[in-house]
């Protein structure tokens, strides 16, 4: 078929390094977002989650940080392992349009053994 | 684990087929979302239900219809299947309860391939 859209940006890491993966949102009044992770072949997971009134909340191996300032989002998975490699969607949460989430591009998070 | 499922997984089907794309959910979500995703790109909204009775179209054009007559079902219908409409269809529920930021599920997705 058809592809519509953008093709996905790649983050290649080394297993055991650190990865950081970032996401540029667009609206200034969204105020919850979360990080979503998809494997091939599956529909995307919730990873992690954060409010607007935040700027950083930690969960297991990962840390997604929030700028308000620069509308800016990032997910930071510590010592990356090859179960990690899946594309990554940054969501913004916008009350405006019946608090209906809007979906980043994604990234590809390709680990290297 | 979510509760929300989507049949068939996939579908190989033959050009001018009408085809319904199942989804069902059992966790009462009162919101419902279709998205279309092509391999390794973004994901794209095609259709939304805020609850029973209640479709909107999202902010990919597509000649698919959907209906809502229980909450706990969603499908989606092409009446005339093209190699266009080749592609991942993922369903999604949300709650819509008084603490707003709610997870939204997905389910597995169907793989659509036209002929």
């Known amino acids: 078929g058809e592809s519509v859209g953008l093709h996905l940006p790649t983050l290649s890491v080394q297993e055991g390094d650190n990865s950081i993966i970032n996401c540029a949102y667009s609206n200034s009044a969204s105020d919850y977002f979360i990080w979503y992770k998809q494997e091939s072949g599956k529909g995307p997971q919730f990873i992690i989650d954060i409010r607007s009134n935040m700027d950083k909340r930690q969960g297991q191996r990962v840390t997604v940080l929030l700028n308000k300032t620069v509308k800016h989002l990032s997910l930071q998975i510590a010592a990356t392992q090859p179960g990690d490699s899946a594309v990554y969607f940054c969501a913004e949460n916008i009350p405006k349009y019946g608090n209906k989430l809007v979906f980043g591009a994604g990234t590809i998070l390709r680990v290297k053994s | 684990e979510a509760d929300i499922y989507q049949t068939p997984r996939y579908l190989v089907i033959g050009t001018g087929k009408k085809i319904t794309l199942e989804c069902s959910q059992t966790?009462?979500?009162?919101?419902m979302y279709w998205y279309q995703q092509d391999p390794g790109m973004e994901l794209h909204l095609i259709h939304y239900?805020?609850?029973?009775?209640?479709?909107e179209k999202g902010d990919l054009s597509s000649e698919s219809t959907v209906s809502r007559i229980r909450t706990e079902h969603f499908p989606l219908t092409l009446e005339s299947a093209r190699p266009s409409h080749t592609s991942q269809y993922l369903c999604?529920?949300?709650?819509?309860?008084?603490?707003?930021?709610?997870?939204?599920?997905f389910g597995p997705g169907t793989r659509l391939t036209v002929l």
């Open positions: 239900s805020y609850g029973v009775n209640s479709t």
């Open positions: 999604a529920s949300r709650d819509s309860g008084p603490g707003f930021y709610n997870e939204q599920f």
């Open positions: 966790m009462g979500h009162d919101k």
